[in-house]
């Protein structure tokens, strides 16, 4: 009903603003119609904007959110989700590639720690090549791993080691198993959930870095974990970080920051493994377009350039 009101009321004042700005316009006695007609549709245009900005804003203020655009993100303020900090990772610029050596190091917290539990699908060995590890070092751990195959010559389905086409092994067999395995909440699969997740990276950082206990007054059901960073404040998964967990093959403190680090880079990288290359792809192309773009502009100028410089005389006839 207020909405309904003020906006009959306010609607008619733009409008009359608008209609008498033009009217001024058209009055005046300025020596250009056409300038006159040009400030006239501006001044409508400019109006139209406000109006429409106006609107959504006195709207947004109201009520909160638009009608009909939905809150999708993971930590929307209504359900208590504390927005995660924005982090320098080294990878963030528009010329920087991931950090490599954080991607192998991410590989093994995710091996030694998440596989637990998580699957990584959309994973083969095949994308480690040239990523974070070697051909033979990918070869190697994929054959530490058996694959079903078949069927073989005698119909039965039989044993083989894995190559570098196999995707990494899924640690439950089904949902069910992996439900029942972690007092029925179910390990989302990781390969995506950089890019599943509002705030992606930064995101995984908070929630592996985040577990606290829970604030005065916040009651969490037996078997849920509190971290503030996920939406509603308790999950299922503990905190798995501990300092000195995993023991990296390059030296690297293993502290509970370094590792969230790493594996978030690792997964960062699982959801957007054409990252580097977009990147690399997307400077030559600046640089391609922007020299297209100038040799455009000089070609058309050469092109009009007799047209544009030339002077028409009326030679009246003589008589
Ligand atoms: C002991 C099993 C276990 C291990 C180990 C584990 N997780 Fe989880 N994880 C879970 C479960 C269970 C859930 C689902 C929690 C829920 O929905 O309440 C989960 C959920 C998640 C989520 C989704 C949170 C969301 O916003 O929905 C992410 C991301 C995640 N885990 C990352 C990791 C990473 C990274 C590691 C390794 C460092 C890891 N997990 C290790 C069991 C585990």
Sequence with gaps: ???????????????????????????????SAAFQSFLGSRTALVSASALTAGSVAWYTHLYGSLPFIGEVHASAASDHGLHPTSYPWSHNGLMDSFDHSSIRRGYQVYREV???????????????????????????????????????????????????ADYLPAPYANEEAARAGNAGALPPDLSLIVKARHGGADYLFSLLTGYVDPPAGVEIREGLNYNPYFPGGALGMARVLFDGLVEYEDGTPATTSQMAKDVSVFLHWAAEPEHDERKKIGVKAVILMSTVFLISVYVKKFKWTVIKNRKIFYDPPKH
């Design 1 to 31: 009903m207020l909405f309904q009101s003020a906006a009959a009321r306010s609607i008619p004042r733009v409008l009359r603003s608008s209609a008498s700005a033009q009217a001024r316009a058209f009055s005046s006695t300025s020596s």
């Design 114 to 164: 998440c596989s637990a539990c998580h699957s990584l699908d959309r994973i083969a060995w095949r994308n480690l090549v040239a990523v974070s590890h070697t051909a033979d070092e990918a070869r190697a751990m994929a054959e530490e791993v058996e694959y079903d195959d078949g069927p073989n010559d005698e119909g039965e389905m039989f044993k083989r080691p894995g190559k570098l």
